[in-house]
């Protein structure tokens, strides 16, 4: 990943109108913005639709059912089996349960090559007061 200096993104931005903007991405072109007050789901996560780690916790009793084992014996196996491919150097399928039942590790935003916060300017230029010619 390059990492552009602030002079380079302001010369991505171009003034059209008395408002900023952003070069369009090609694999961000087909997306719509969201209107003030827009919701887009409003109604939320349907009743009854189980998350991720009900489905897991489900199918990990199925297979100790399956195998005369108890659920803790197949979670104690799946956390050995991800650690093992983790040391042969495969992290996604450890990395990727982590991250569904624990959630994701905060990412802090990375500053400038000196490790300086980057700074977010906005750019406003008013409309001129209409003449009186």
């Known amino acids: 990943m390059g990492t552009k200096s602030i002079t380079e993104k302001i010369k991505e931005l171009t003034i059209v109108e008395n408002k900023v903007d952003i070069k369009v991405r090609p694999q961000t072109k087909h997306l719509i913005p ?24 489900e199918a990990i009793i199925a297979i100790g059912k399956q195998n005369n084992k108890t659920p803790e014996q197949i979670e104690e196996m799946l956390v050995a089996k991800g650690v093992s ?29 000196n490790g300086v916060p980057i700074q977010q300017t906005v750019i406003f230029i008013p409309k001129p007061f209409p003449s009186n010619e």
């Open 34 to 57: 969201i209107k003030k007050g827009e919701r887009l789901n409003p109604n939320g996560r349907p009743k009854g639709q189980r998350n991720y780690e009900t489905i897991r916790r």
């Open 85 to 113: 491919e983790a040391l042969k150097g495969d992290f996604r399928f450890y990395k990727d349960d982590l991250d569904r039942v624990h959630g994701q590790a905060t990412q802090k935003i990375a500053g400038d090559e």
